[in-house]
């Protein structure tokens, strides 16, 4: 039978309990930190994004925390709103909770600059009108970035229980997702970057042309897009998209400019069944034909090319 000298129980006791000690004093301070700075860095940001921003946003309360979202500081606005930039329209953006997270060691010394936002319960509503204008044009030509003391230099957007509506009159294109979790990968404050995205979410509905597809179906998606956003050229590199077990291969391009327009996405499934394929056509012809039964395979290949 190993014997543990009572020496070394106190020991390892006593260092428990100065360990205990060191954190409730570190996060007391963390706490006591963002109360003394709080108001401050509240006044910087809100100065700051009225600068950048060319519509109106409306927020219930704003507070700073060292603690909520450790190891990063974070500025979260509750209950906010963003208007969209089209006048007497839905708005652009409404969240229960949208955080900036900054280095807690920048904002002791007096730089805020933002590296992750989280987003939290929120309405995404975006839209390209008839004239090609979209709706997220909210930021200033000039101005942002403009201090020393607050920036973006945003890499990543967690995203939680998000409702997105995108809808392009152009094409008579539109969707209707609902993301459970996921999460935005890039360098969005570049003209020019790699963007990636990955998460869970329940597609509530596609509409292409008047054509319905998919309706409450869970979906996974793996999607890299190249941005260019000099050309406005978005450019669809291989990605994956898995529909309730259908796996599908995605790539293309989307030209953004006013001159231009263009849409051209190819999807692809290899060895999906017949029974399976017919479940994704529109209800009209998919209705018609689940009268019948079906055997067998076949690979399915879709091109979107819009002008």
């Keep these: 039978m190993i014997k543990v000298h009572s020496s070394i129980i106190n020991r390892v006791k006593k260092g428990l309990v100065i360990l205990a000690i060191i ?11 963002a109360w003394v700075m709080e108001s401050k860095v509240k006044k910087i940001v809100v100065n700051e994004l009225n ?13 700073l925390s060292l603690i909520r979202k450790f190891p990063y500081a974070s500025l979260q606005f509750k209950n906010i709103t963003v208007a969209s930039a089209f006048n007497n329209d839905t708005n652009l953006l409404e969240a229960n909770h949208l955080f900036l997270k900054f280095s807690i060691f920048d904002v002791i010394r007096g730089k ?4 992750k936002v989280d987003v939290e319960n929120a309405k995404l509503y975006v839209k390209r009108n008839h004239q090609g204008n979209n709706n997220y044009d909210i930021w200033k030509s000039s101005g942002m970035n403009d201090t020393t003391d607050f920036y973006f230099d945003i890499k990543q957007v967690f995203l939680k229980n998000i ?10 294109f539109s969707f209707d997702v609902l993301i459970d979790k996921g999460t935005l990968q890039g360098a969005f404050s570049s003209m020019t970057y790699e963007m990636t995205l990955n998460g869970n979410l329940v597609i509530n509905q596609i509409d292409i042309e008047g054509q319905k597809f998919f309706s409450g179906q869970q979906a996974a998606t793996n999607i890299n897009v190249l941005v260019d956003n000099y050309t406005y050229f978005y450019t669809i590199n291989q990605s994956t ?23 051209d996405i190819k999807v692809i499934s290899d060895n999906i069944t017949l029974k399976e394929a017919i479940a ?8 018609y034909l689940n009268q019948y039964d079906y055997y067998g395979f076949l690979n399915l290949s879709r091109n979107r090319a819009v002008s």
């Excluded at 600068?51 to 507070?63: C, G, S």
């Excluded at 409702?163 to 008579?172: F, G, K, N, S």
């Excluded at 998209?241 to 849409?263: R, Y």
């Excluded at 994704?280 to 209705?287: F, G, M, R, T, V």
């Design 23 to 33: 954190i409730t004093v570190v996060f007391l301070l963390l706490f006591i930190t």
């Design 51 to 63: 600068k950048t921003l060319i519509t109106k946003v409306d927020v219930e309360d704003i507070n």
């Design 112 to 115: 805020y600059v933002t590296k």
């Design 163 to 172: 409702a997105i509506v995108y809808l392009d009159e152009p094409t008579d």
């Design 241 to 263: 998209l898995n529909i309730d077990g259908l796996s599908f291969s995605v790539k293309g391009i989307v030209n953004d400019a006013d001159d231009a327009g263009i849409v």
């Design 280 to 287: 994704i056509l529109p209800q009209e012809y998919s209705h």
